[in-house]
C-alpha cells in the first residue's frame, strides 16, 4: 500500500486499492494502520479524500522508535528474570519428555544442555529415522 501511494502521489482510495492489487475495504484499513503510524495523511480535494504517503524518512524514525520500545522491554525483562528464575527453580524437578523442530529448537535444545549444571541430567538427540532403525 505505502508502495502504490509513493508511486501514484495523492490519490483517492480507488485508485490506490487498484495499484496495490486489493479490495477498497481493505485498503481503508491498510490506510488507517499507515495513518497512525504516521505513514499516510489526508488532503480534500472538492468532495474526494485524497491519500498521500509521508516522506520514506518517517521509516527511520518508526524502526528508531521500535528500537527504543524494546531495549526498554529488555531492561524490564532482565529486572524480572531472576525472580521468575527462582519461581521456575522451586517445582519439583520432574522427568519430562519435550519436542522441538528445526533450527530454533536445535538452538532451544543446545541451550537447555549447556545452562545444565547438575549431575545427571540426561538431553537425547535423535529423528524419526534413528528411533526407526532402533526397532529393527
Known amino acids: 500500500m505505502y508502495l502504490a501511494m509513493l508511486e501514484l502521489g495523492p490519490s483517492p ?26 505513514l499516510v495523511s489526508t488532503q480534500t480535494k472538492g468532495k474526494k479524500q485524497l491519500f498521500i504517503a509521508e516522506d520514506p524518512s518517517q521509516l527511520e524514525i518508526l524502526v528508531g522508535e521500535r528500537e527504543k520500545e524494546i531495549e526498554h522491554k529488555k531492561e524490564e525483562l532482565e529486572k524480572v528474570l531472576p525472580e521468575l528464575q527462582n519461581i521456575f527453580n522451586l517445582t519439583d524437578e520432574k522427568p519430562q519428555v519435550r519436542y522441538f523442530e528445526g533450527m530454533a529448537g536445535i538452538q532451544k ?11 545427571g541430567s540426561w538431553v537425547s538427540l535423535g529423528s524419526n529415522a534413528d528411533i526407526f532403525n532402533a526397532c529393527g
Open 13 to 38: 482510495v480507488l485508485e490506490i486499492a487498484a495499484k496495490a492489487g486489493i479490495n477498497r475495504p481493505t485498503a481503508y484499513v491498510q490506510i488507517e494502520f499507515l495513518k497512525k503510524r504516521g
Open 109 to 119: 535444545v543446545q541451550k537447555d544442555f549447556l545452562s545444565k549444571k547438575e549431575k
